[in-house]
């Protein structure tokens, strides 16, 4: 037998055994089985030695019990580094220490399996364009995405009473809500405008209630929807009007050069000219809509917007030589990098410049100089952020909400797709073009 607890529990078993038997024969006053000889000095003798045995396999005890606990405590502070020597002491030490170094291994595979598993879910929280966030009753955040930060615009959340710096109610609504809820609520901030859809559910771990709240951007998913259906519609209107309009163009064309020779009355060549006028006409609008529903896929590359916003300034200025404007330009560090195609940037700042002279140069009576301020920041989610303002007259709340809308116009001779092309520039590059609410026009560029 080679287990010294097993081996000396067994031995106190069987001196208990041979002490109560021979105060047994001493009570009963017979004498040594087979002899004359009495009992009571085997069983003082074995009286004796009772206790340093039983200290013995005490501290056998408490030796292991005490390896168990420290290895215990380690695991709750999670440290799973602790190893016992297997090669010291005598066999039932190295036999423990073997279990216990097999446990410490057993629970640390099962550490790192669960670190991985949670890992991997954060992975996926992080990947889905949907907001998550995970409160328990009290309102204590446990768990949230990059998304959700980003829709509620906040860097740090740990509690719902937080929100009530973003809109006043958010953090009552929130806190109310329960499982199986579903409601809309509008965010206002810095941003601009937004309106947020928020499912609720529920789970129960560890015997704790924990609620599940996934938010979603309508305005984008509407967008979205809105812009995939203009799309459809021209390329439809494009197809179906080029294959009119070519034709007449052409027999318009050619019937001028005849009349021309044959001198014709006034009146059919004034026809003629109109039918021509008009094809011509059509075709340029039409043309103008092909170039919204084909454009290039973006092809990004590196460039410092110290250099490319001054030269977009400059080519405003040579494009309207004539308009009283003072622009003014603050690059956020200098060393500005943005990765973007740089030619279309060029398309969607000379639309916004554009539109912002002709805002300030449009106003009837106007006297003093204009401006237009241009800002690039990098935030410190590494996004960069670019702002066109101007001092002109204000954009009307019931024109802002379809001013991104293609073919909508408010100026006369105007196609309306500037700002829609520019939109779906900005989405194609994986960033957003929007309009801020305030009295002054100001257009946020954004490149997460």
Not at 60 to 68: C, D, E, P
Not at 282 to 299: D, G, M, N, Q, W
Not at 348 to 355: D, G, I, P, R, S
Request: a negative charge.
């Amino acid at each position: 037998m080679n287990h010294p607890i097993l081996l000396h529990t067994c031995l106190l078993v069987l001196l208990c055994l041979l002490t109560g038997c021979a105060w047994t024969l001493v009570v009963c006053g017979m004498p040594l089985p087979g002899t004359s000889l009495t009992v009571w000095p085997w069983a003082v003798l074995l009286t004796l030695l009772l206790p340093p045995l039983l200290l013995k396999l005490h501290k056998l005890q408490q030796r292991q019990t005490r390896k168990m606990l420290f290895l215990l405590d380690a695991v709750e502070n999670n440290d799973y580094a602790v190893r016992f020597a297997e090669d010291e002491g005598d066999a039932d030490t190295r036999l423990v220490n073997r279990a216990l170094n097999r446990i410490a291994h057993i629970l640390r595979q099962v550490k790192n399996e669960t670190a991985q598993q949670e890992k991997y879910y954060e992975l996926i929280l992080e990947c889905i364009n949907t907001g998550i966030l995970v409160l328990n009753d009290n309102g204590a955040v446990y768990q949230k995405n990059t998304e959700a930060l980003r829709l509620l615009g906040l860097e740090v959340f740990t509690h719902v009473l937080q929100l009530d710096r973003v809109g006043q109610g958010l953090s009552a609504r929130f806190a109310a809500c329960r499982a199986g809820d579903s409601f809309q609520m509008p965010l206002c901030n810095e941003r601009g405008t937004r309106d947020l859809f928020v499912r609720v559910s529920d789970i129960h771990i560890r015997g704790e209630h924990l609620r599940i709240l996934a938010l979603s951007d309508i305005n984008h998913e509407l967008d979205e929807r809105e812009l995939d259906s203009w799309i459809r519609l021209t390329r439809v209107l494009t197809h179906e009007i080029m294959n009119a309009v070519t034709p007449i163009t052409s027999l318009s064309d050619t019937l001028l050069e005849l009349t021309g020779q044959d001198a014709p009355a006034d009146e059919i060549q004034d026809g003629l000219k109109t039918i021509s006028s008009t094809g011509k006409g059509l075709l340029a609008f039409v043309e103008s809509y092909r170039k919204f529903t084909h454009i290039p896929t973006p092809v990004p590359t590196l460039f410092y917007l110290r250099d490319f916003v001054p030269r977009m300034v400059g080519l405003a200025r040579h494009q309207y030589p004539e308009a009283r404007i003072s622009f003014h330009t603050r690059i956020e560090p200098d060393d500005l990098i943005l990765h973007a195609d740089e030619g279309l940037m060029t398309q969607v700042f000379t639309n916004l410049l554009k539109n912002a002279i002709q805002a300030i140069t449009g106003q009837p009576g106007r006297t003093e100089e204009g401006h237009i301020d241009i800002t690039a920041r990098c935030e410190e989610e590494e996004a960069i952020v670019v702002e066109i303002s101007n001092d002109g007259p204000a954009i009307p709340p019931e024109v802002a909400r379809h001013i991104f809308i293609p073919f909508f116009t408010t100026k006369e001779g105007g196609s309306g797709i500037g700002l829609s092309i520019s939109r779906q520039i900005m989405r194609l590059s994986g960033g957003s073009l929007a309009l801020l609410p305030g009295e002054r026009t100001t257009f946020v560029l954004r490149f997460d």
